[in-house]
């Protein structure tokens, strides 16, 4: 799944128009792009399905030509035959929003996760200001209702969710504080949402700056967390790897080329993750964690020629698949990617 941009005119600038591309291991091994709703204007950025005939897609929020927010947050139900649009309505005051992160655990129990960016109260003699803040939003089945989330921060977002069960869903993200970020975790028990951050994931105190963008599960107590670290002053982050065992968060130590991660899936023993490496090219990178150690994945590396840019991965039948973007010498902008290999 990604998102192409097109220019709609000189007023209306960039629109997106998703793209979704799905593979069926029974009628081959091709992948095909598969029809989406139609004007739909916005990017899409996340999928999840339940079963072959209850899937989601989430997105950003519509905007006017100046900007403004339209409508509500665009979301994307299949059933089987055909994607309907579902919309999560804004609260007064939105100025733009966004959905990076769906889990759906049921017919009648889904969740989403990302920002919303909300107007700062007017103080005379100063500019308008604005913040952001996270955003989960549940379906019931008939529709998608904000949930009231706990205050972590004057400015914070939400990145990625994941549902193990109707009382055990948890999302993650970053709070800025000060001039740095810290990695933070929410968890729903059934009746309410508590906050962990800062010291509460190992090695990330101390004047450290990081933030987790993906998250996964196996189960309860087995929950995997990644994103990026950067030591109090070093020049670059690196790889933050995080586990969850029932009682705590503990940091799993990362090779040294990797750098931040965005896409996590569970998989035997572990998880495999993506993003970036810290050399200087910028290469695309994987890797799996299994046994407490974390091992890369060998990811193609970017040449003269070729530029990758993984973002997201899953884990199915053994065989990994990573998605993202591929950058060519003469496009006019990036193309969706897929590699698999095996795990």
Known sequence: MGAAITEQGPRQGLRFSPVLFARDDRAGKAWKQVPTAKGVPVRMNAVAAVSDRDGWLVGDCGTTSAGAPTGGVYTEHWNGRSWSVQQLALPSGALSAGL????????????AAGWLQVSDPAKPGTPASSHDQGLVAHWNGKAWQRVALPRVGAAWELNSITAVAADDVWAVGTVAQGDSNVPLALHYDGRSWTAQRGSAFGGTANGSDG???????????????????????ARSSQALIEHWNGHGWTRVAAPAAAGPLTGVAAAPGGVVAVGSSTDSAGDGYGLRVSGGRAVSLGLPLNTSTTQYAPWAVG?????????????????SMPQPMVLTGRD
């Open 100 to 111: 990076l992160s769906v889990s759906a655990v049921g017919a009648s129990n889904a969740w």
């Open 211 to 233: 933030d987790l963008m993906g998250i996964a599960a196996h189960g309860r107590g087995d929950i995997w967390a990644v994103g990026a670290y950067r030591a109090q002053g």
């Open 315 to 331: 884990l199915y039948g053994g065989s990994v698949t990573v998605v993202g973007v591929v950058d060519h010498p003469g496009q």
